[in-house]
């Protein structure tokens, strides 16, 4: 079984910067299309960026040309670069595979946008 563990999140002011990394166990990391999915109170997780094994990536809408979705498959890590922040951005942040996520998720990564 994989093991995700994300990390890079805190609290930033609207407008700021955060850049979350994840680190993924094993030895497939760069087979398969990885994703970025958040969860915020009260509402269900959602998709919010993809990149697939070769480098394509896709966007939720509300967070293109903000967010950068990249990877390392040499260090089998996976990175969300978060730009000009803002409140509806926060949440807990969770790395997975795409376009089928493992059954195991990680603990994920809170990342509060506040003034």
């Known amino acids: 079984q994989v093991q995700l563990v994300e990390s890079g999140g805190g609290l930033v002011q609207p407008g700021g910067s955060l850049r979350l990394s994840c680190a993924a166990s094993?030895?497939?990391?760069?087979?398969?299309?990885m994703g970025w999915y958040r969860q915020a109170p009260g509402k269900q997780r959602e998709w919010v960026a993809v990149?697939?094994?070769?480098?394509?990536?896709n966007y939720k809408a509300s967070v293109k040309g903000r967010f950068t979705i990249s990877r390392d498959n040499a260090k089998n890590t996976l990175y969300l670069q978060m730009n000009d922040l803002k409140p509806e951005d926060t949440a807990v942040y969770y790395c997975?595979?795409?376009?089928?996520?493992?059954?195991?998720w990680g603990q994920g990564t809170q990342v509060t946008v506040s003034s």
């Open positions: 997975n595979r795409q376009p089928t996520p493992y059954s195991d």
């Open positions: 094993g030895n497939l990391f760069r087979l398969y299309g």
């Open positions: 990149i697939t094994s070769e480098g394509t990536t």
